[in-house]
């Protein structure tokens, strides 16, 4: 994590500028040498019986370095696409195709990995990659788009100055961090599958996967329901719902309804994402969004870091997992109620289609 999130760290808003100043699928494009390269070095050193950790530190970092200048380009090229009106819906479409990577994806990994061994999966990675840049290559933008700003430092300047002037859309990042740095139970989730709900292995796996699918049922749910309009009150109200499943998950000692209640966090998170984007993306115009999809990529990298370390130091210092998460939550209900004090702009927030 820490090889990945450093050199995204260091390039990040450098990647932002460059995706407000370069056609955003060429940035994309020139981004997946990291991915495409690694695959085949990591291919050859497997193949070979040479493969060591620092090989595997170093294409993580590589391709942490290619994520700086992947992301702000590809999460600001969505609304360049896709009309306002549809942008929510497109938003929970690129949800579920990112919970059906995240469910088959480690499934198919291990089955060909049992098959056939490691190096041929990389192959066969290098070889998705080509697919997936023959698709962006179909991708079309109208030629108002196009920018032809020049790459400099004071562009960096500006995009802080843009988010500091827009509390709605500073607010909805920070939110975001905290909630995920409080209330992340991933991290102690084998300890209550073993210690507290004692339903082991099998039981973990089942508690994963709720998670998965709660995440994939809301996400194409919200395909078929109206665009949300006042997606900063939803926001509020969602992540501190997320915070109060989390309490209820933490007390629980019943497997039923802790599944029940850890599915639930993946429903309030994934209704937070949508609406999070649609504050993010539609409040952001064009020129600026790679910048401003730069700090919102950082928050982002930041709380998922962040988020299983606070709640395993928590459990370490206390011995007490149930502790960890509990705290956890009612931390992340009061970081809402904080944030949606200090920054009222956020709780009437509205994105109009």
């Given at each position: 994590?820490?090889?990945h999130?450093v050199?995204n760290l ?8 460059l ?6 699928r ?6 997946q ?20 950790l ?22 600001s ?5 896709v ?11 690129s949800n ?18 049992a098959?056939f061994?490691?190096a041929p ?5 290098v ?10 290559a ?17 562009l ?5 100055a843009?988010?500091?002037?827009h509390p709605?859309i500073l607010?909805?990042?920070t939110?975001?961090m ?10 102690l ?14 039981g973990y ?11 994939l049922?809301t ?39 802790s599944l ?9 998170d994934q ?17 600026l ?16 870091q ?5 709640s ?8 007490s ?5 509990v ?6 209900v ?5 944030i ?14």
């Amino acid at each position: 994590g820490v090889a990945h999130f450093v050199p995204n760290l260091a390039m990040s808003f450098l990647g932002g500028a460059l995706a407000d100043t370069r056609d955003r699928r060429l940035v994309i494009a020139v981004a997946q040498i990291a991915p495409f390269s690694a695959s085949l070095l990591l291919a050859a050193l497997t193949a070979t019986g040479t493969i060591s950790l620092t090989a595997i530190y170093l294409a993580v970092g590589f391709t942490g370095l290619a994520s700086a200048f992947d992301g702000p380009a590809r999460g600001s090229l969505l609304p360049q696409v896709v009309a306002r009106t549809s942008f929510q819906r497109a938003v929970t479409v690129s949800n579920v195709a990112t919970q059906l990577a995240r469910v088959l994806g480690p499934a198919a990994a291990g089955l060909l990995i049992a098959q056939f061994d490691v190096a041929p999966v990389y192959l066969l990675h290098v070889g998705m990659v080509l697919v997936g840049l023959a698709f962006l290559a179909g991708i079309t933008i109208p030629a108002s788009s196009n920018p032809t700003a020049r790459l400099n430092l004071a562009l960096v300047k500006e995009g802080f100055a843009f988010m500091w002037s827009h509390p709605a859309i500073l607010g909805t990042m920070t939110l975001d961090m905290f909630a995920v740095i409080f209330a992340g139970v991933d991290a102690l989730l084998p300890i209550y599958a073993r210690d507290i709900l004692g339903v082991g292995a099998a039981g973990y796996g089942l508690l994963a996967s709720a998670k998965a699918v709660g995440a994939l049922i809301t996400s194409v749910t919200l395909t078929f329901l109206p665009p949300i309009v006042g997606t900063g009150r939803v926001l509020v109200i969602t992540l501190a719902l997320y915070g109060l499943a989390t309490i209820g998950f933490g007390l629980s000692v019943w497997f039923p309804l802790s599944l029940i209640l850890y599915g639930l966090t993946a429903v309030f998170d994934q209704v937070g994402v949508v609406v999070r984007q649609s504050i993010i993306q539609l409040g952001t115009p064009d020129a600026l969004r790679g910048r401003v999809n730069a700090a919102n990529q950082l928050f982002i990298a930041s709380s998922n870091q962040l988020g299983p370390v606070e709640s395993g130091l928590v459990a370490t210092w206390t011995s007490s997992a149930v502790f960890a998460v509990v705290t956890g939550g009612i931390g992340c209900v009061a970081a809402v109620a904080v944030i949606a004090a200090l920054i009222p702009a956020l709780w009437h927030h509205r994105s109009e289609p």
